[in-house]
């Protein structure tokens, strides 16, 4: 694992921008706001080991037992990303997940093939090519897919994911959120009742 190490610079990594219009943010909005990032990142990592498991051919029932550990203990686990800045006024968290955190979640639940792997030269190419060419094209569709099954953090909710332009060797998504309100309406009671009847003529 050394020489990949040594050549980290020349890896892909993704640079993901979560922001919220917002002057200021409540305790539970600040909280929210890193779930979001944590959640979405989690995935990311998550979704790219399966596709570089996919992409060593590694049998079948190896990758659905590897995704089995990743969902069932991966919550405990921290997750290798970097927080760069947290600005103020309107709120940004930038997380960069660099591609060789790929090779360290498959390292976590199959350790014994991966070093396997690496020790043969056609598939340490291969794992080499994903990480510079291959790791990260799918984010944007793949965050897409996260924010369908699960939009909602402590009443922020994600309002738009794109793609944004970003130095060579990184990825850019932009995540937006949004502070969802709720409006409280007082009814008198003949209202109450007017609105049950016109509900039940629908």
């Given at each position: 694992?050394?020489?990949?190490?040594?050549?980290?610079?020349?890896?892909?990594?993704?640079?993901?921008?979560?922001?919220?219009?917002?002057?200021?943010?409540?305790?539970?909005?600040?909280?929210?706001?890193?779930?979001?990032?944590?959640?979405f990142s989690r995935h990311i990592i998550e979704y790219e080991a399966y596709v570089l498991s996919s992409e060593l051919n590694?049998?079948?029932?190896?990758?659905?037992?590897?995704?089995?550990?990743?969902?069932q203990v991966g919550r405990r686990l921290l997750v290798p990303i970097e927080v760069l800045r947290v600005e103020k006024g309107?709120?940004?968290?930038?997380?960069?997940?660099?591609?060789?955190?790929?090779?360290?979640?498959?390292?976590?639940?199959?350790?014994?093939?991966?070093?396997?792997?690496?020790?043969?030269?056609?598939?340490r190419e291969i794992i080499v090519t994903f990480l510079r060419e291959k790791i990260f094209l799918e984010s944007k569709r793949?965050?897409?897919?996260?924010?369908?099954?699960?939009?909602?953090?402590?009443?922020?909710?994600?309002?738009?994911?794109?793609?944004?332009?970003?130095?060579?060797?990184?990825?850019?998504?932009?995540?937006?959120?949004?502070?969802?309100?709720?409006?409280?309406?007082?009814?008198?009671?003949?209202?109450?009742?007017?609105?049950?009847?016109?509900?039940?003529?629908?």
């Open positions: 694992m050394n020489s990949l190490r040594n050549n980290m610079n020349k890896n892909r990594s993704l640079s993901i921008l979560f922001y919220i219009d917002l002057k200021e943010l409540v305790l539970n909005d600040f909280i929210g706001l890193f779930e979001c990032a944590e959640t590694l049998p079948y029932d190896l990758k659905l037992n590897t995704l089995h550990k990743i969902h309107s709120w940004c968290i930038e997380i960069v997940i660099p591609g060789a955190a790929i090779l360290w979640i498959l390292k976590k639940y199959i350790n014994p093939v991966v070093e396997e792997v690496w020790n043969d030269s056609r598939l793949t965050l897409e897919q996260k924010a369908i099954e699960k939009r909602n953090f402590r009443g922020l909710q994600v309002k738009k994911i794109k793609e944004i332009d970003i130095k060579s060797k990184k990825a850019g998504i932009k995540i937006d959120l949004s502070k969802r309100e709720i409006l409280e309406v007082e009814l008198t009671e003949k209202e109450l009742i007017e609105d049950f009847i016109k509900q039940l003529k629908k």
